[in-house]
């Protein structure tokens, strides 16, 4: 990276399946960029949303920046994971900059008395992941879906792959990529990515003009059409397009989600529960 085209959750997607181990950033490990241990990939802290590099080699960390290591739960070596670096985090005085290997002993600083946090449930460190880092090694938000989806008659990436040409199919993913070229005559590409693998929807025109604002903006979408294969290569053929944004909100429900569960009414400040599509026009 920068690769342009794929995005980096792709990249690491593509290595995990070759065998390759992927470890998260780390305080204590990461350095500014994606580096080797042996034959181990750790993601450099470059990965966390918002954080300078400039920061970093000060002589004290700014706490703003301590808030978005912790957020990323870059502080596990510590042995804290987001929710507990976060309340550490947020008793220090927002005026006193600490060094970054300093802030271990800093802990008991501004609490006075020590509190057990609940946990955090596995879904939402997904969903913080995503919201941090633009991935998660955790796991992926279509595997606490998939009841949902099961319920839609939604078909896995997996799945997907044995499917006649022709065959009417349902699927479903997390938007990584929307592509207009400009030689392909108004069709847009979707790619979308579940627990499994990505699947490549083709919209042609008159489709696009009845779902054009769930094509453009839908985060998370549920694709109804036809498979088309050419050798190796799958496409899925939209013939009706749903937006299941709002199901993502789910993830962050201390219960779970549950094929019954309806998302709760929130602020639109409060529906970037996954980063946006790379777009390509």
């Known amino acids: 990276q920068p690769m342009g085209f794929y995005a980096p959750a792709q990249i690491v997607r593509d290595a995990r399946e070759h065998g390759v181990e992927v470890r998260a950033p780390d305080v204590n490990f990461s350095a500014w960029d994606s580096t080797l241990e042996q034959a181990v990939l750790r993601l ?7 954080l300078r590099e400039e920061d970093l080699h000060r002589s004290d960390i700014p706490v703003p920046a301590l808030e978005k290591l912790a957020a990323a739960d870059a502080f596990r070596s510590v042995g804290m994971d987001r929710r507990a670096a976060l309340w550490e985090v947020k008793g220090l005085a927002k005026a006193k900059p600490l060094p970054l290997f300093a802030f271990a002993a ?10 057990t946090l609940p946990e955090m449930p596995l879904s939402e460190h997904v969903v913080n992941d995503y919201q941090t880092l633009k991935l998660s ?11 949902l989806c099961t319920e839609q008659r939604v078909t ?8 006649r040409s022709g065959a009417s199919v349902s699927v479903a993913g997390v938007v990584l990529i929307r592509q207009r070229p400009g030689s392909a005559k108004g069709v847009v590409f979707l790619t979308l990515e579940d ?9 042609w025109p008159k489709i696009l003009d009845t779902h054009r604002a769930i094509v453009m903006g839908a985060r998370l979408m549920l694709v109804r059409g036809r498979v088309q294969r050419a050798g190796d290569i799958i496409h899925v ?13 789910l993830l962050t429900a ?6 019954q569960a309806k998302p709760a009414a929130r602020h639109p400040r409060q529906m970037r529960v996954l980063p946006k599509s790379r777009d390509f026009h």
């Not at 896995?156 to 499917?163: E, F, Q, T, V, Y």
């Not at 627990?195 to 919209?203: G, L, M, Q, R, Y």
């Open 106 to 115: 800093a802990r008991d600083q501004g609490v006075e008395d020590a509190v």
């Open 156 to 163: 896995d990436n997996a799945r997907l792959k044995s499917l």
């Open 137 to 147: 090694l955790k796991a992926h938000p279509l595997t606490f879906l998939r009841a």
């Open 254 to 259: 201390d219960q779970g989600p549950s094929p």
């Open 237 to 249: 053929v939209a013939n009706r397009i749903e937006d299941r944004t709002p199901w993502l909100q």
């Open 44 to 50: 450099g802290l470059r990965e966390v949303d918002g």
């Open 195 to 203: 627990e499994f693998s990505v699947c490549n929807v083709v919209v």
